[in-house]
């Protein structure tokens, strides 16, 4: 009876502040939902089909590999370390109630590991109906690739690339299928430096990471073109602004008052689920299976950058990483 007795004379003492708090409140959770973006509400099935996830112990991949495992398709986990995808495994069995996914070894820094891997899943693999380039690196110091190519670039772009090309086959044979590959809205202020592709005159961590993700983009695009008339589409894609382990070297670079300023605003990040709809979208949605090469954000069409229209660019980049990645036209 005190208590609310005191309850009651706060209410009376303090109307405005009430008021300011409650409305608050509200405002917070409404801008929370608005920044959780687009949800897949899809309700396609996928039993009998067969998924591959890189990069899939973790964040919005691992939450991928969940939602597409329920919607009752195989689902490989392709990972470097094998401890924490085989972790990761177990609870995406758990939680999506299907025994049927498997962990392989994918080192997307070592273009062997990408070619040995290939093989591996040609060998063992009847189909391979969705390829989901979603592994990334972001922000990381200067370093470099088993085959000495700067780091983003070499993981973000040129080890998907050939991964995608190494098993093009497989991915034709079992058309209607689809590519779809996790970019970034870092694309936007991106540019592909052809005469310093590996950004050794002057290397700045997010200009590289930038460069990475306009790439997807334009392979996304590229591929389109390439697999016309073959059942196999290609989709590229802006996830949003995520709480994942993708941030471990761009956080602790980022200036201590900026660090001060939005940490309190984590807040109003989307968390791995929220994060992954718009992969799960282009994965499933039905209503995509005419379109091919385009970008996509909050499960919905979005206009990329200028740069990542560029046709010319486009196959330029396909070229170049051809070059780079040994690609053979037997691949």
Not at 11 to 33: A, D, E, M, N, R
Not at 78 to 107: E, F, P, W, Y
Not at 302 to 316: I, R, S, V, Y
Request: proline share 3%; with cysteine.
């Amino acid at each position: 009876m005190q208590a609310l007795t005191a309850t009651r004379s706060f209410f009376l003492q303090y109307p405005k502040t009430i008021t300011v708090v409650t409305l608050t409140g509200v405002g917070l959770i409404g801008l929370k939902k608005w920044m959780a973006g687009g949800v897949c509400n899809s309700k396609a099935r996928l039993d009998g089909k067969t998924v591959l996830i890189t990069g899939a112990n973790t964040g919005i991949g691992k939450e991928t590999a969940v939602d597409l495992a329920k919607r009752g398709a195989r689902v490989i986990l392709a990972c470097r370390d094998m401890d924490r995808a085989n972790k990761a495994a177990q609870d995406v069995r758990k939680r999506s109630g299907n025994n049927n996914v498997i962990v392989k070894k994918l080192d997307l820094a070592s273009l062997e590991s990408v070619r040995h891997f290939a093989k591996d899943v040609l060998a063992s693999e009847e189909r391979l109906d969705v390829l989901i380039n979603n592994a990334g690196v972001m922000s990381c110091p200067q370093w470099k690739t088993e085959d000495g190519f700067e780091m983003q670039f070499g993981v973000n772009h040129l080890g998907h690339f050939l991964l995608t090309n190494s098993l093009l086959e497989l991915i034709k044979k079992s058309a209607p299928s689809r590519v779809v590959n996790v970019s970034s809205l870092a694309h936007e202020r991106g540019q592909i430096y052809f005469d310093d592709i590996n950004q050794e005159k002057d290397y700045q961590p997010r200009r590289s990471y930038a460069q990475s993700k306009l790439a997807n983009v334009l392979f996304t695009k590229e591929l389109a073109k390439r697999l016309q008339g073959t059942g196999v589409t290609t989709y590229s894609l802006h996830p949003g602004i995520i709480r994942t382990e993708l941030g471990r070297h761009f956080w602790p670079s980022m200036a201590l008052w900026k660090r001060v300023v939005f940490t309190p605003l984590s807040y109003l990040i989307k968390s791995p689920a929220e994060g992954a709809q718009t992969t799960i979208y282009c994965a499933v949605e039905e209503n995509l299976q005419n379109e091919s090469g385009l970008y996509y954000s909050d499960c919905a069409p979005k206009t990329a950058a200028p740069q990542a229209l560029d046709d010319e660019a486009a196959k330029k980049l396909w070229d170049l990483s051809a070059s780079m990645v040994g690609l053979t036209q037997s691949q």
